[in-house]
Antibody, heavy 119, light 110 residues
């Protein structure tokens, strides 16, 4: 059974940083790309970033502007999202999602972790 | 910037048929954007319904189908159930690892 479990969310002050984790199980981690997708309160889904199964290739949405870094650790079957200089508009539920093939559609989603940016 | 368009809201009667669409402000949705569809109910994670335009994800009922209608990707629900009331998102794979979602359609079954 495929499982994706996010952690690391919480309350963070503007200008701070945090790292989100997504622990995976139930599939060959290095064979599949993974993404982070966020959803602000009451808003739609927004793709943030993806990483290839090898961890070598990374991709980002334009709005990231160098503040976000995605990475993966195949020894832990875990991906990460580090966010620097957080802003109020980063407040959202952050989901990790497994890609079906390459970086095409998603087939599994985690339960999400809530990030709240506030002083 | 790629902007994906969806109807903000639609309604359907129980047992009825409804089609949700997914378009691009820049033109047609090509098959090599591999349109996908996701269902989200309040407080839940998204659930994958359709990928590669027409392929139903495992466990998805046959009343959900995907297609291309004109220049848009489409999700059709035939014989809607009350529990189909949800938000539906279209996703496109733009290549070079980039994905994008539409703004979502809030479907009401009444």
């Amino acid at each position: 059974e495929v499982q994706l479990v996010e952690s690391g969310g919480g309350l963070v002050q503007p200008g701070g940083s945090l790292t989100l984790s997504c622990a995976t199980s139930g599939f060959a981690f290095s064979d599949y790309a993974m993404s982070w997708v966020r959803q602000a309160p009451g808003k739609g889904l927004e793709w943030v970033s993806s990483v290839s199964g090898s961890g070598i290739s990374t991709y980002y949405a334009d709005f990231v502007k160098g503040r976000f870094t995605i990475s993966s650790d195949s020894s832990q079957n875990t991906i990460y999202l580090h966010i620097n200089n957080v802003r109020a508009e980063d407040t959202a539920i952050y989901y990790c999602a497994k890609h079906l093939v390459a970086t095409l559609a998603f087939d599994y989603w985690g339960q999400g972790t809530l990030v709240t940016v506030s002083s | 910037q790629t902007v994906v368009t969806q109807e903000p809201s639609l309604s359907v009667s129980p047992g009825g048929t409804v089609t949700l669409t997914c378009g691009l402000t820049s033109g047609s949705v090509p098959n090599n954007y591999y349109p996908s569809w996701y269902q989200q109910t309040p407080g839940q994670s998204p659930r994958t319904l359709i990928y590669s335009t027409t392929v139903r994800s495992s466990g998805v009922p046959g009343r959900f189908s995907g297609s291309i209608l004109g220049d848009k990707a489409a999700l059709t629900i035939t014989g809607a159930h009350a529990d189909d009331e949800a938000d539906y998102y279209c996703g496109l794979s733009l290549g070079r690892g980039i994905s994008v979602f539409g703004g979502g359609t809030k479907l009401t079954v009444l």
